[in-house]
């Protein structure tokens, strides 16, 4: 088991930057890659981003490329989100994840890729 806890969260206004951090403990060897996704009110679960823990490959979602960054502390077992230039519709829980594989983008962005989750963090962003 993978045990996942986010932190970060807050509420900010249009403009503004936060980072997120993602604590992983447990079986973290078992991990390969680590992803973010949120969750908007009355939307579907989306990806934002993941990277590699050996190498930090990284792959990023449309909508937030060029104001996201994600990284990651092998060390401490930690990952990060740095997000710049937040917009209204950036709000949402934010949840990290764990996948036991690394491979190809488009699978990398589906949330079924994942076997451990967060509990997920608040981001919210007035206008």
């Known amino acids: 088991q993978v045990q996942l806890v986010e932190s970060g969260g807050g509420l900010v206004q249009a403009g503004d930057s936060l980072r997120l951090s993602c604590a992983a403990s447990g079986r973290t060897f078992s991990s390969a890659a680590m992803g973010w996704f949120r969750q908007a009110p009355g939307k579907e679960r989306e990806f934002v981003a993941a990277?590699?823990?050996?190498?930090?490959?990284?792959n990023y979602a449309a909508s937030v490329k060029g104001r996201f960054t994600i990284s990651r502390d092998n060390a401490n077992n930690t990952v990060y989100l740095q997000m710049n230039s937040l917009k209204p519709e950036d709000t949402g829980v934010y949840y990290c994840a764990a996948a036991k594989v690394w491979t190809i983008a488009s699978v990398m962005r589906d949330q079924g890729t994942y076997d451990y989750w967060g509990q997920g963090t608040q981001v919210t962003v007035s206008s």
């Open positions: 990277i590699r823990w050996s190498g930090g490959d990284t």
